[in-house]
């Protein structure tokens, strides 16, 4: 059986890369693989992590700082997110950068920059990294502020954006918190607010709100909102509040309480006399959907009449043309609409006339009733109206497009895009999917999906992991190996840990699939093992099963020594990932193998060898015909303090079959269970019978099976028993007795077991299809 091939890591020696070009005299020169693309600073953070779970000497705190402060100004000139794989690393240092006593060289500006950087560009989810370490840049914020300004004072400003982070983070209860202490402590609260404090103040609720609003915490958000006015009553003039709470219950259709709270923002906004916020078309476009949802016609009726009570703006126009379309007026009768306005406008100066934003709104409104025929119309009516689509109306095009199903619709939609300026990269998301949706055809080839990549990659767009997972297992599918592992080093290290489990698990569903070639399975298993170093010991015991299953042992036991060899607690193999390998092992009959993991459980100081551990060892040492070295084990477990279970003793019975003398040893452990006054069940009896045959004694097994019916000791002769009692006797003479005993004294047992079937082992000696594997 010849070796696994050498990972990439190791030189990229492979089958596919092997292959002669003309005599091999001019070989292909290897591409070049690209290295791994670590935000700066990160890399360092991570061999912290490293060294530390190793207990080894960890670097100077000098150089941590230096690494903490290159990440976060790398992370705000390029306004990428700090994803919880990173924050990982990141709250690690900040942790040793405390115990060093190395936080007050950072300065207070730096850390209200990094808070504002995470509270920025943060996703909602919940993070419990990123909980933590914005608790604790909060705090020693907080400290170095105090430590120039007043003691009693508040830095509203830090809490907010700390509240902001705890909020997207899953964290807004304990932010709550923090600020309930602090509006119940005496004196922190001015007598009278400037207006810039109104505002951050107000900021603060409303980031709380929201992320009440997010962890679905209606309760908490009523009792915040009335806390609040309890310390604060000039809140109630703040219509920021009364709109998140009304885009709130908008959001969950329920209508009595979006009314409450529409009517407290319009009041507060009337009493402010801000006009703007009277004809705010967030809240009305909130509340206008929820009454097309609910069917609330007559109430949106009423806001309606409201808007036009004064000439509408022109995206309060866009907004009753949607209102129309949802109403059940058609695309035509909308059309007739755009006339009215044009025509109510064209002696203002303003110029008010249906634009491509117009034409969008009513695209989305369309996607959102699922009728593409629908969007395309819209579409047609802008252009009879001179109104070119621009590079929304295309990628909504596209959405729509790829939402039927419709690939190839979308792929012209996307050639249209092209012409237009992309630079704000809100076309990403969806060309995205136009990717996935491509290699998920099976309809497109290989140079039409690599152009789109190309763009991508040209514009250093972002590769959404559904896109990486999917054009990753098409180079794997074409051996394109290089490609690969270039793919996962430009993208994988800068995802969140979900984003990295979807790749890795693609690519071990590649490797899983009994229709990847073994060699093929085996480099895309290097790869990523490489890659994901973080697969937890689940996933490798799978991948270990795997090449059991294909029958490559020396390939199981090289995933094993790579999970024996690793530093992280939820990797190295158990007792159970020993035991499931062993069996493996056993199943194949492979004897280095076997050494070599008996071996490392020998040098494993976290493993003690229990019952179980000793079962499979027995099992697999059977197999692979060392059934004295077998032995040895059953010797251990009786005794041990845990001493063996059932599955010992059937497992230790089977060893006798082929062991030297084998049938002495099985009469001895007879021997020890009758004086243990263990029950001695049928399927006992059938081990045992097995054990005495085995080594040719067949006269001496129907002597003992005789004396059993005779006694009582074996209540009844049952199929299983005849048939281990032949399956184990040696050679066809040996068979042949057996089968005459066995016909003349239970004739109906013998065709009972004749209707099982029969099978022939290596020397073509027959078999009868018996169940009687046994598990540690």
């Known amino acids: 059986m010849p070796p696994p091939s050498r990972s990439w890591s190791e030189g990229i020696v492979t089958a596919k890369s092997q292959r002669r070009t003309f005599f091999n005299l001019f070989p292909k020169a290897a591409k070049d693989i690209s290295d791994a693309d670590y935000d700066p600073g990160i890399e360092k953070m991570m061999e912290f992590a490293k060294r530390k779970r190793l207990d080894a000497r960890l670097p100077p705190a000098q150089e941590m700082a230096r690494a903490f402060r290159r990440y976060f100004a790398n992370a705000s000139a390029t306004e990428r997110p700090v994803e919880d794989e990173q924050m990982q690393y990141i709250l690690q240092t900040f942790e040793y950068l405390q115990q060093e006593g190395k936080i007050e060289g950072l300065g207070y500006p730096f850390l209200e920059q990094t808070l504002s950087h995470i509270a920025t560009y943060s996703t909602r989810r919940d993070s419990e990294v990123h909980r933590r370490f914005a608790t604790l840049v909060y705090e020693e914020g907080t400290k170095l502020w105090k430590a120039s300004n007043d003691e009693n004072s508040t830095n509203w400003v830090l809490f907010r954006l700390y509240a902001e982070v705890m909020s997207k983070s899953g964290g807004t209860s304990t932010a709550r918190d923090v600020l309930t202490t602090k509006l119940t402590v005496p004196g922190l609260l001015p007598a009278k607010w400037k207006p810039s404090e109104r505002t951050t103040i107000a900021r603060v609720f409303a980031v709380l709100l929201t992320g009440f609003s997010f962890e679905h915490k209606e309760e908490d958000m009523v009792s915040l909102i009335d806390r609040g006015l309890q310390r604060i009553p000039s809140l109630s003039e703040s219509i920021t509040l009364h709109r998140v709470m009304a ?256 790749v890795r698990d693609s690519i071990i569903a590649y490797c899983l699939n009994p229709a990847t070639p073994t060699a093929d399975a085996w480099e895309a298993y290097n790869i990523f093992r490489q890659v994901f170093d973080e697969t937890p010991r689940e996933q490798r015991t799978q991948m270990m099963n795997e090449f059991f299953r294909r029958r490559r042992p020396d390939m199981s036991v090289h995933v094993f020594n790579h999970m024996r060899t690793h530093t992280r607690a939820d990797t190295i193999p158990t007792t159970e990932t020993y035991i499931t390998c062993l069996v493996g092992i056993a199943r194949l009959r492979d004897e280095e193998s076997l050494e070599n993991v008996h ?152 065709e009972e077991l004749q209707g099982l079937g029969m099978v022939t082992n290596t020397l073509e000696y027959p078999f009868f299809r018996l169940n009687r594997s046994f598990s540690p």
Not at 731 to 737: H, I
């Open 247 to 502: 885009v709130h219950y908008a959001d969950l259709d329920k209508i009595t309480q979006t009314k409450h709270w529409y009517d407290q923002y319009m009041e507060a906004a009337a009493k402010r006399s801000n006009k703007e916020g009277m004809w705010n078309v967030e809240i009305h476009e909130s509340v206008l959907r929820l009454c097309l949802r609910k069917q609330e016609i007559e109430w949106g009726q009423t806001i309606i009449r409201h808007l036009t009570s004064r000439p509408p703006a022109k995206e309060v126009w866009d907004l009753l043309f949607e209102w129309a379309a949802g109403t059940g007026k058609g695309v035509d009768e909308v059309d007739r609409m755009m006339d009215v306005m044009e025509r109510q406008n064209e002696d203002k100066s303003t110029g008010i006339s249906p634009d491509v934003d117009t034409i969008n709104r009513l695209v989305e409104f369309a996607i959102t009733r699922n009728d593409p025929y629908m969007a395309e119309r819209f579409i047609q009516i802008g252009r009879k109206r001179n109104i070119e689509p621009n590079a929304k109306t295309l990628v909504l095009q596209m959405d729509y497009r790829l939402s039927v199903n419709d690939v190839d619709g979308a792929l012209i939609a996307y050639k249209h895009l092209q012409s237009h300026d992309l630079s704000d990269n809100k076309d990403v998301p969806t060309v995205n999917r136009l990717l996935c949706a491509m290699c998920a055809s099976g309809r497109h080839d290989f140079d039409s999906i690599m152009n789109v990549a190309a763009d991508l990659s040209d514009r250093q767009a972002r590769f959404e992991a559904t896109t990486v997972s999917a054009l990753a297992v098409l180079h794997l599918s074409r051996g394109e190996l290089h490609d690969v592992i270039d793919l996962l080093n430009t993208h994988t290290f800068r995802y969140s840990i979900a984003e990295r489990k979807h």
């Open 599 to 750: 071996n490392q459980l020998k040098l494993d100081w976290s493993i003690e060898p229990d019952t179980r551990v000793l079962n499979a060892l027995m099992l697999a040492y059977t197999s692979v015909e060392k059934s004295q070295r077998a032995l040895g084990f059953w010797d251990d477990i009786t005794a041990s303090k845990e001493g063996p279970t059932m599955n010992s003793i059937h497992l230790a019975l089977k060893a006798c079959e082929r062991a030297p003398w084998g049938d002495r040893k099985a009469r001895g452990i007879w021997q020890q269970l009758s004086r243990a006054g263990i029950e001695l069940d049928a399927d006992l009896w059938a081990s045992y019978a097995g054990a005495l045959a085995g080594n040719g004694n067949v006269s001496g097994t129907i002597e003992v099976l005789e004396q059993a019916l005779e006694k009582g000791t074996l209540g009844q002769m049952n199929a299983m028993i005849i048939g281990c009692f032949y399956n184990s006797a040696p050679g066809a003479v040996k068979k042949a007795d057996t089968e005459a005993w066995a016909k003349e004294r239970f004739p109906k047992l013998w």
